[in-house]
């Protein structure tokens, strides 16, 4: 088969794999423009420094021995299959990066003949790469539930980036979508990844060893399992094995045809959500258990982002003083991002704070007036227990704008929410 054929199937058959930022983006482009976020083989991805690179994302093959049912690669697929050696997938790499369309390389794989092997095969990649072509860009490799401690510890030598993905978050599920793969495997996989990352940096040398960490995605919608019970997982995943991220997929039915799988399509508002209460987890200080406690059905609310679904949950400890209140309280105020808090920590030291102070500050007052008093403002306790709050919030929130929703997009911007 010829290289270009090979690149546009293994190109297109990584693009399932949540874990580099730009995947799963659609956008509709005029005729005679140019551009395709859907296109095969380029993803971004953020470096150690916060920098946003172009990764070359692609699969060593497509070629499975395992059957998950979610997965378009699966051994039961009737999908085009192609297999790249390992010093093709080299050379496209330095071509591609000489080229300067990429600055990195984004390698995973289905199962060939057994973990080890394809284990072998990633690694074998990533050691060219760095020791006969110097290679110093990104490589963010897949590690293989199941492979052996040694080969993790090898490929840790040469990725930036180390994932293996647990896709589903408790056994029941993988039993039924993924029978030959066990939670337990997984998470020794990312146990060994650990123990690599820790060795490194105890010996003080923690950019010799996946110096960017290990991620994994979790597949929403598949099975029944709701946010409450993937948040849960995920948390336990972070505080386990130090995870920088967890990435959540939406999955979508149309391909698959497995009785145990979910008809209805993921919306894309749910996967959002799950982002938004993963950063919660992550830099606001909130637990699992208190953004998906009190959840209808066990779902994050479609309509309310977390942090106003959680205050709404929580009336009672509103509204909050932002010139006495504590960091964790500022935090958790609607409109109110990490930004904003250590801004408000710093200011008033030396003066009370306004609300014209934090319009300067560029807070969302529209969402954070309802649940804060400040030296000038001082909202009206019935309207905070309105049963009408969510519509107030949201119709003072939504802006008419030419990118719609305005709090989406500044979210999506600056993370704060
Ligand atoms: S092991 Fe990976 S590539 Fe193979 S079927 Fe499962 S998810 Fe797909």
């Known amino acids: 088969m010829e290289l270009k054929r090979k690149l546009e199937i293994l190109a297109d058959a990584a693009k399932y794999d949540a874990s580099c930022a730009s995947s799963g983006s659609h956008r509709t482009r005029k005729r005679n423009g140019i551009g395709n976020t859907e296109g095969m083989g380029i993803c971004h991805s953020y470096t150690p420094d916060g920098r946003c690179i172009s990764l070359l994302k692609l699969l060593l093959t497509n070629v499975c021995i395992w059957d998950c049912s979610y997965c378009i690669n699966r051994r039961s697929s009737n ?83 180390l994932s293996a993905n647990i896709e589903m978050p408790v056994q029941g599920d993988l039993d039924k979508l993924a029978p030959e793969k066990t939670i337990a495997e997984i998470e020794d996989t990312m146990a060994d990844v650990k123990l690599g990352i820790d060795d490194a940096r105890d010996r003080g040398k923690k950019f010799t060893f996946a110096r960017a960490g290990q991620s994994t995605q979790l597949v929403v919608g598949a099975s029944d399992s709701t946010d409450k019970t993937i948040l849960t997982k995920a948390e336990a995943l972070y505080n386990k094995f130090q995870l920088r991220r967890v990435y959540y997929s939406a999955f979508s039915p149309a391909a698959f045809t497995d009785p145990n799988l979910k008809k209805e399509k993921t919306p894309p508002m749910r996967e959002h959500r799950l982002y938004e209460a993963d950063w919660l987890i992550r830099n606001y200080g909130f637990a699992a258990h208190e953004v998906t406690t009190g959840l209808e059905g066990g779902n994050l609310d479609l309509e309310n982002d977390p942090k106003l679904a959680w205050a709404l949950r929580h009336r009672s400890l509103f509204p909050v003083d932002v010139n006495r209140a504590s960091k964790s309280l500022l935090l958790r105020i609607p409109g109110i991002g990490i930004r904003n808090v250590s801004r408000i920590l710093s200011i008033r030291r030396f003066h009370r704070l306004g609300l014209e102070d934090l319009a300067r500050l560029k807070v969302t007052l529209s969402r954070a007036k309802w649940f804060i008093t400040t030296a000038d403002h001082n909202p009206d306790v019935f309207q905070l227990d309105t049963a009408k709050l969510s519509s107030l919030v949201k119709r003072n929130a939504i802006q008419p704008s030419l990118f719609g929703d305005q709090t989406l997009l500044s979210t999506a911007i600056t993370g704060e929410i």
């Open 79 to 161: 999908v085009p299959r192609a297999r790249f050696k390992p010093d093709e997938v080299v050379q496209l790499t330095i071509d591609f990066y000489k080229r300067n369309y990429i600055e990195g390389l984004f390698l995973s794989s289905g199962i060939i003949q057994n973990a080890d092997y394809t284990m072998e095969q990633l690694i074998r990649v990533a050691k060219t790469l760095r020791e006969e072509h110097s290679f110093g860009g990104y490589v963010h490799l897949k590690a293989v539930p199941g492979a052996s401690r040694e080969l993790l510890l090898e490929a840790g030598k040469y990725a930036d980036r």
